[in-house]
């Protein structure tokens, strides 16, 4: 058993893979459903208009962007491909960088497979990044 601070307000929690304690994951759930009525119903919405009609900050619509909860229906400049810096509609990644990275773990998958699976998510994500950067130099 792992006791770890909220993200959001900081009381310690029971961690159970979730970066939230289950006060913040209620109030969560409940922007989360505000937000995605609200793009449902303006889906040309741009993230400033859908936070302030939401009342939901930015940074937090953001995040349900990146977990790919929602989908913007254009490429927002505020929402960028993790790799190549591109705007995209959701997650943390473009289509094309998905798919190098996806080829790459399958080609380095048995090298690295067990290092990777030992880091912590965060250390992994930069890690794997590393990894596709090195091995881009040297082909
Ligand atoms: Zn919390
Ligand atoms: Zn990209």
New binding site residues.
Partial sequence: MEIRNCKRCNRLFQYNGIKYCPACLTELDEMYKKVRDYLYEHPDAVIVEVSEATGVEEKIILEFLREGRLELKEPSLVL???????P?TTGR??????A?LERSLKKGFNESARRVSDLKPDSRRIHVADYIIKKKERE
């Avoid at 960028?80 to 591109?86: A, I, S, Y």
Wanted: charged share 35%.
């Fill in positions: 960028t491909c993790e790799r190549c810096g591109k995209i990644m473009c289509k094309e960088c998905l190098v």
